[in-house]
């Protein structure tokens, strides 16, 4: 029987003209990567995805990252949310090799 395999976990954070003043979604993007390649270390494929949007339709809470397929949103973000937003993304993810069985 098959089951549709889970959902990758996907850290989407927004890079655009608001969330980016004073270059503040660059500087967290490059905090990010750093603490997702710590996270994923070897594993391939990687558990969790990170990806860069231009716009997530919540500028007023800017910076703003979104949690998938959970939809979470974190807004008005900073470093200190950053590694704990991933442990939680690490949490969500099922090794891709995985049948979708057990656990
Ligand atoms: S510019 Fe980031 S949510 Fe709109």
Same mark, same amino acid.
């Given at each position: 029987?098959?089951?549709?395999?889970?959902?990758?976990?996907?850290?989407?954070?927004?890079?655009?003209?608001?969330?980016?003043?004073?270059?503040?979604?660059?500087?967290?993007?490059?905090?990010?990567?750093?603490?997702?390649? +710590?996270?994923?270390?070897?594993?391939?494929?990687?558990?969790?995805?990170?990806?860069?949007?231009?716009?997530?339709?919540?500028?007023?809470?800017?910076?703003?990252?979104?949690?998938?397929?959970?939809?979470?949103?974190?807004?008005?973000?900073?470093? +200190?949310?950053?590694? +704990?937003?991933?442990?939680?993304?690490?949490?969500?993810?099922?090794?891709?090799?995985?049948?979708?069985?057990?656990?």
């Amino acid at each position: 029987m098959d089951h549709p395999k889970p959902a990758r976990p996907r850290l989407v954070l927004c890079r655009g003209q608001y969330c980016n003043i004073s270059s503040r979604s660059d500087h967290l993007y490059e905090y990010l990567q750093t603490l997702v390649e +710590d996270a994923v270390g070897d594993q391939r494929p990687r558990p969790i995805k990170l990806e860069i949007a231009n716009c997530l339709d919540h500028c007023g809470i800017a910076p703003v990252l979104i949690l998938y397929p959970s939809s979470e949103i974190f807004g008005e973000l900073t470093e +200190d949310q950053l590694e +704990d937003i991933v442990n939680k993304a690490m949490k969500a993810a099922v090794p891709q090799s995985d049948s979708g069985a057990g656990q």
